[in-house]
């Protein structure tokens, strides 16, 4: 009896979010295939799924081109392990998990020797040089979206493309109820409740959280009892976060582990762009989106981005639903002055939820991580016993 070789994938995701998808992705793909092997660039998370991993993306998490030179040493290394595993031990297929430029380099090697790219999280390319799409469909085999609306920029220049939805969907809910957390977090439920959220990086720490904290200092002095949750990302070393609240006196709450709990318990959030702003919004909660980086990398994006929002949830919409605060505008005096309003202004603050929860209405029902692993083993050409063609169609807005 000839015996089936074991079916390979091997992953490359480079942040923080991309190891979190990688690995619940994995979890379904198992599900209906439970020998299949995984391996490559990823952290913890992915690990923790059952991937080998090959090359820890922490060590290549960063921001922008200067974060990226001053970690281009190992950038390299990242590159050249993962392309050495490529070719010695080529894969039924690559998954590429965002890290846009990396990745594109990398999916152009695996296309010219033949092994199946399926690129997961499009790079925004609606937002800077929308003229990339061609560029990507010449190394990918499939590009897998997780808005509505991108599939139309694929589709436009005739590039495989499924809407798989956003995995935030299904990931994004509280452990325990809001009154069980006030109990756990030691909250009074007649006082103000304010997030802090500074990012997942430690460049994002380092720029916003000074702001942040004078602004609770500033909201501090004009609420009586306001008490501040701030959850700490996995990828933040207590000794960073403890440099910058050592002296605050602030009453503020440091969390690990359970973003969704403190974001529930919230009446208003102070964040950074990204992920967590569209979480935020998914729960339904007021909030403003502040966000500092290095000089030369605002002036690029400005020159790069063609959009006028950088929040999620304002993107979605195409219409500022929260305030943005950006590089300049990101001071004390601006995030302390918004959060106010949210506070003290009933009609403003619902107004802020409406539009929060038509962000999710247009988001529809989740099921990311399920309809990528069915993707997958599509890819894969594993027989599946659902009508997979039927299936996303369904998916269709």
């Known amino acids: ?92 297929l690559l998954i590429c998990v965002d890290y846009k430029e990396f990745n594109f380099r990398l999916a152009r090697i695996a296309k010219q020797n033949g092994i199946k790219v399926l690129f997961y999280v499009s790079p925004q390319v609606w937002a800077w040089r929308p003229g990339r799409v061609k560029e990507y469909g010449k190394v990918i085999d499939m590009m897998a979206v997780i808005f509505p609306f991108e599939t ?54 380092e720029r916003i959280l000074p702001e942040m904290l004078e602004a609770a200092r500033k909201l501090q002095s004009d609420f009586s009892g306001i008490h501040f949750l701030l959850p700490q990302a996995d990828s933040i ?78 993107i979605i919409l195409g219409k500022p639903a929260v305030k943005e605060f950006i590089q300049d505008d990101a001071t004390a005096e601006n995030m302390a002055a918004e959060i106010a309003r949210i506070l003290t202004d009933k009609l403003y603050a619902e107004k802020i939820r409406d539009d929060l929860y038509a962000v999710k209405q247009l988001l529809g029902e989740g099921g990311g991580s399920k309809n990528m692993a069915l993707l997958v083993l599509e890819m894969l050409d594993v027989p599946q016993k659902i009508d997979q063609t039927a299936f996303f169609a369904s998916l269709e807005f």
């Open 1 to 92: 009896m000839i015996q089936q070789k074991q079916l390979s994938i091997l992953f490359s995701a480079g942040e923080s979010s991309g190891d979190s998808h990688a690995a619940n992705m994995f979890l379904e793909i198992k599900k209906h295939q439970p020998d299949i092997k995984g391996f490559g660039m990823g952290s913890a998370k992915m690990a923790a799924a059952g991937i080998d991993i090959r090359y820890d993306s922490a060590k290549i998490s960063v921001i922008g081109v200067m974060g990226a030179i001053r970690h281009l040493k190992d950038i390299f290394v990242a590159f050249f392990t993962m392309k050495k595993l490529l070719l010695s031990e080529r894969p039924d």
């Open 237 to 314: 070393p207590d000794e960073l976060l403890a440099d910058y609240l050592r002296s605050s006196r602030l009453m503020i709450t440091v969390v690990k582990h359970k973003p969704y709990d403190v974001i529930q318990c919230c009446d208003a959030i102070m964040t950074t762009s990204g992920t967590a702003s569209l979480e935020i919004a998914l729960l339904g909660v007021p909030m403003l989106i502040a966000y500092k980086m290095s000089t030369l990398n605002y002036r690029l994006g400005k020159w790069l981005v063609k959009i006028p929002y950088i929040g999620l949830p304002n």
């Open 152 to 205: 139309a920029y694929y589709d436009a220049e005739k590039v495989p493309v499924r809407y798989v939805g956003h995995p935030s969907i299904d990931e994004v809910h509280p452990n325990k109820t809001k009154a069980e957390n006030f109990w756990v977090f030691g909250l009074d439920k007649t006082k103000p409740v304010v997030g802090i959220l500074p990012g997942s990086r430690r460049e994002e720490i």
